[in-house]
């Protein structure tokens, strides 16, 4: 059985020959042994996990789709990735590419508003750590109040900064408020100021798309949701974006009653970039009316969800 000193040594070798790209030779010099047990212990690094080697190729898109829906949606970028044989491999790819495309977007802007989800905390996993510590991050709307979720448990804006080694804000309040005057008040409490104001600043905005089953999913908003939502037949919800719901027409369903706490709709729809990544090809008729409201600039999806799209409007 390996001890604690084996393993030590069975790492630093790895290191060395993956890593500090030292030649077989150099590592038998550096640690005195035969060139044959290097060769084993770089064999063993593989089999028992220690090292991992993936092969990352290029991610194929359909061009063709994207013009198609570049056109008709008059967006900034349509990214549509090519099926996979697997979902997985799907989801994998899709949050993949999000990720590549937003570190690039990010590096010519300054001011980033995150979002929630599940979708959103992928993409952020998938960044690669960079600094540049001249970025703000900030969150743009309330906390969902998914404690039970890595999704929820953490401020997805304080992990995102800290891949850039950046400065982060939070919005410490909930998501929905139901009194008007304390959701009012509120905004104007010294704390959250500088929140709200960069709000108003942001560049950037990165968001994964949602229906009503992700309100349902979180006992509070569940459980009034009829308050939250007065006067607006649930029926009509094609998706939800930025907190809000809208139709498949893309017509924002909380006109004159909106109790979302955070950036206003009129400030979200003036940031420059509003990316959405979509995996689930059960959110095509979400990502049509988004699509339709002009609530996006660029998205991310697969041919899956982009060929439901179509669907969607033919129905």
């Known amino acids: ?3 604690a000193k084996d393993r030590e040594q069975l790492a630093n070798v790895a290191r060395d020959y993956y890593l500090s790209k030292l030649t077989i030779a150099e590592i038998s010099k ?6 044959y047990l290097i060769t084993k212990a770089l064999d063993d690094a593989l089999e028992s996990g220690l090292v991992k080697i993936n092969i990352n190729a290029p991610i194929d898109r359909n061009l063709e789709l994207e013009a198609k829906f570049k056109k008709m949606f008059n967006l900034q970028n349509a990214f ?3 099926d996979s044989d697997t979902s997985d491999e799907d989801n994998e790819n899709i949050v993949e590419f999000a990720a590549e495309t937003i570190e690039e977007k990010i590096n010519q802007n300054r001011i980033i508003g995150v979002s929630w989800g599940g979708t959103v905390l992928s993409t952020i996993n998938h960044i690669q750590p960079k600094v540049k510590d001249d970025l703000i991050f900030t969150q743009f709307m309330g906390d969902n109040l998914k404690y039970d979720s890595a999704s929820g448990s953490t401020p997805l804006v304080q992990k995102a900064a800290a891949k850039f080694g950046a400065k982060y804000l939070t919005v410490p309040g909930p998501l929905y408020i139901l009194n008007d005057d304390v959701r009012k008040s509120l905004a104007t409490e010294p704390a959250l100021i500088p929140a709200f104001n960069m709000m108003s600043k942001m560049d950037l905005i990165f968001s994964g798309i949602g229906t009503m089953a992700s309100i ?3 006992a509070t908003w569940r459980q009034h949701k009829q308050e939250i939502f007065k006067g607006i037949d649930l029926s009509q919800v094609a998706g939800m974006l930025y907190g809000r719901p809208f ?6 369903l909380t006109s004159g009653n909106d109790k979302f ?7 979200i729809l003036a940031v420059p970039s509003r990316i959405g990544i979509v995996k689930s090809r059960f959110k095509g008729r979400a990502l049509l009316g988004a699509l339709r409201g002009g609530l996006l600039t660029d998205f991310v999806t697969n041919e899956a969800v982009a060929n439901r799209v179509l669907v969607e409007m033919n129905a």
Do not use: P
Not at 261 to 267: K, L, M, N
């Open 261 to 267: 706490f955070g950036a206003s709709i009129d400030t």
């Open 30 to 35: 550096k640690y005195n042994l035969s060139r």
């Open 247 to 252: 139709d498949i027409d893309g017509n924002l």
């Open 1 to 3: 059985m390996a001890t």
């Open 80 to 82: 549509i990735i090519k």
């Open 216 to 218: 349902d999913s979180i």
